[in-house]
């Protein structure tokens, strides 16, 4: 969810169709957060998972980033134009 | 310059930076490595412009002293003396070194409760990163619940971004005694602390002692928290449940060293009952049981921030007198000076540690639904059935149910799973020696770049 005193945009992700605007430092994990997407991908038994540890050891916010799987939202930038898919079991 | 003593350091936190400074000084030729983005590891990445012990600032290192390989992973150790690294431009790399420098951190120690694979829930380091780094949050009600002053900071992080905060420590007031006393004789922690319960009492958010969250509630997201009384053992309370409207939770009982890459290149990690958890040993000058690795920081047991600088720049000065940069006397004379430093702020550290020290009912919040380990998606339930065919230790049942063979190769299931079975089964930890194999990839790699790097270990 967007707080206050957020640095200006630089650019756009995308995720089923829709534009999230990127700001200076974000993470494709802290952009979508911003927009309040929690959800990032489905567990092996269908569960719904997002970000835990936030920190690059867990593993749990694994997404699709223009077409290449098992990426970590929380350890990599978002920059502008790449496309987001949010992986199903 | 070919010949001079090359030193890598993994891990470019305050531990890793200082130890890293420190051997850059004498004149040894350093390389240090981080998957951050920028440098000075969680405690520093969103306090870039910090001048404070241990920051990139204050240590201005910089090209000329260092080799810096941001945004990569230190993925395999294949032979003595090498490294290989992976990150997305350069793929893998391999870095040769004659000495190194493990400063490789700790992560929140994990703890499984119903509900807390939510999209919703994170460890208060992850929250805590988020809010400062990026400025964003979860959600706008938050529930910070754990033990130990972290919480503290993570709510005043919080709070700062117009959040609504509920915060739980769920170590009685009066158990924290000894912390007390550490605080009271520490200028610096004293003012930290200050500030921290001031803010906090101004947006009502001061915390709630002898209480802990105890269910996690949501479809899609955390919608609702239930928060119970606890007692001196953390053992909830029947009959105090209270429910709470919540947009997410921060989970913060404490830090776990990151072992991984110690444990790859084989230095002994003794486990430390009361804390229920492992670290790496070191010796005085900061070297662990293998020759020519030096380690710093809280994977050599967490002690924050001040520990950590201390212990990098006495790594770093073992290093260098090992390389013959620096004289006897000298070393002699340094080594002293930076040991009594250590010693007072270990002390302090100790108290804290003691106080908000896990206790044992934390490992029965999980009930037989909850997921355990959130990569394979065992729950504890089938972990309790593969007790009945197998041994009561933590290799039988990863074996039996595949607890921590998914991606995060146990870093999250591990410890609760080490301290539910000592807790519950009678499971008794070796003082040396961490039931836990370590296998390269000790992070994930793309199979391609993997395959590059299976044909060189040949």
Known sequence: MQVKSDPPAVGEILLDGRRYPIHEGDTIGSCLMRAGILRLRHSMTGEVRGIFCGIGICNDCLIVVDGQPNIRACQVEASPGVRIEIAVS | ?458
């Not at chain 2, 001048?51 to 600032?57: D, I, L, T, V």
């Not at chain 2, 912390?179 to 906090?200: C, F, I, N, T």
């Not at chain 2, 309790?384 to 991606?407: F, H, Q, W, Y």
């Not at chain 2, 519950?424 to 003082?431: C, I, S």
């Open chain 2, 1 to 458: 310059m070919a010949g001079r003593a090359r030193l890598v350091v993994v891990g470019a936190g305050p531990a890793g930076l200082t130890s890293a400074a420190e051997a850059s000084a004498r004149g040894m030729q350093v390389t240090v490595v981080d998957e951050g983005a920028v440098l000075g590891g969680q405690f520093f990445r969103a306090r870039q412009d910090s001048w404070a012990e241990g920051s990139p600032r204050r240590l201005g290192l910089g090209d000329a002293d260092a080799q810096i390989l941001l945004r990569t992973t230190v993925v395999d150790a294949p032979t003595d003396g090498v490294l290989a690294t992976w990150s997305a431009n350069r793929r893998i790399e391999y870095i040769e070194y004659d000495w190194l420098v493990l400063a490789t951190g700790a992560y929140d120690r994990p703890v499984p409760i119903p509900g807390w694979t939510l999209p919703g829930v994170l460890t208060a380091g992850g929250a805590h990163a988020l809010a400062k780094t990026n400025g964003v949050v979860p959600g706008k009600r938050m529930l910070v619940a754990g033990s130990g002053p972290f919480i503290l900071a993570v709510a005043d992080v919080l709070v700062a971004r117009g959040c609504s905060v509920t915060t739980l420590e769920a170590t009685p007031f009066t158990m924290q005694i000894a912390g007390l006393k550490a605080v009271v004789r520490d200028p610096e922690l004293l003012r930290q602390a200050a500030g921290y319960m001031g803010r906090l009492a101004v947006r009502r958010a001061t915390p709630r002692y002898g209480w802990t969250v105890t269910r996690i509630i949501g479809n899609e997201r955390v919608e609702s928290a239930i928060v119970q009384r606890v007692d001196i053992e953390w053992r909830p309370v029947p009959g105090s449940e209270k429910a709470l409207q919540v947009d997410g939770v921060c989970l913060g009982f404490g830090f776990v060293p990151r072992l991984d890459l110690a444990q790859l290149l084989g230095c002994s990690v003794a486990y430390q009952a009361d804390s229920s958890d492992y670290r790496l040993q070191t010796n005085a000058h900061m070297r662990t049981t293998r020759e020519r690795i030096f380690a710093a920081g809280e994977v050599t047991g967490v002690a924050g921030v001040r520990v950590a600088h201390v212990e990098g720049r006495l790594a770093g000065l073992s290093v260098a007198r090992e390389a013959g940069l620096v004289t006897a006397a000298e070393f002699e004379l340094r080594q002293r000076d930076l040991s009594a430093r250590l010693g007072k702020l270990r002390r302090a550290a100790e108290w804290i540690r003691v106080a908000f020290r896990p206790r044992p009912a934390l490992w029965s919040l999980a009930q037989p639904p909850t997921v355990v380990c959130r990569c394979e998606d065992v729950t504890l339930e089938a972990a309790e059935r593969a007790l009945c065919a197998n041994s009561a230790d933590p290799l039988s049942v990863k074996v039996a149910t595949r607890i921590g063979m998914g991606l995060c190769q146990g870093r999250i299931c591990s410890p609760y799973l080490i301290e539910w079975l000592r807790a519950k089964h009678g499971y008794r930890p070796a003082a040396a020696g961490r039931p836990w194999s370590v296998r390269p990839p000790i992070s994930p790699v793309p199979i391609g770049d993997l395959a590059s790097h299976t044909d060189r270990r040949r």
